[in-house]
C-alpha cells in the first residue's frame, strides 16, 4: 500500500505565493502517475496539475493559467505544487493523489484559504 501525507497548507492573502508538499511512503516504488486536485464546499472535486512517474508536468486545471508548478522528486517520494499569484476563488482543500498498481490513493487534504 500506498500513504500520502500533505503539508503546507494555511492562510495567505490574495497575490500571495504558497507551496504544498507530498509526501508518499510505503510500497513508493509501486507509485505511477500522481496529481494534486482541489475541492471546495458545494463543488465537485477538480484536478489542479498531474505528473507523470518521470516528473513530466502533462496537465494543469484551466484555472491554473500558468500560476502553479507542480514537480516530483522520486529519490525524496515528494511532489510539490508551487502556487503563485493566489487569488480568493483558490480557497480550497487540496489533496494529493496518486496511482499505484492500479488502486487510487488519496491524502487527507492539506486547507488553502485565501483572504482577499
Known amino acids: 500500500q500506498v500513504q500520502l501525507a500533505e503539508s503546507g497548507g494555511g492562510l495567505v492573502q490574495a497575490g500571495e505565493s504558497l507551496k504544498l508538499s507530498c509526501l508518499a511512503s510505503g510500497k513508493t516504488w509501486t507509485i505511477g502517475g500522481m496529481a494534486w486536485y482541489r475541492q471546495t464546499p458545494g463543488k465537485e472535486r477538480e484536478l489542479v496539475a498531474r505528473i507523470t512517474r518521470g516528473g513530466v508536468p502533462r496537465e494543469y486545471g484551466d484555472f491554473v493559467k500558468g500560476r502553479f508548478t507542480i514537480r516530483r522528486d522520486n529519490t525524496k517520494n515528494i511532489v510539490d505544487l508551487q502556487m503563485n499569484s493566489l487569488r480568493a476563488e483558490d480557497r480550497a482543500v487540496y489533496s494529493c493523489?496518486?496511482?499505484?498498481?492500479?488502486?487510487?490513493?488519496w491524502g487527507e487534504g492539506t486547507q488553502v484559504t485565501v483572504s482577499a
Open positions: 493523489y496518486a496511482q499505484a498498481s492500479g488502486v487510487d490513493y
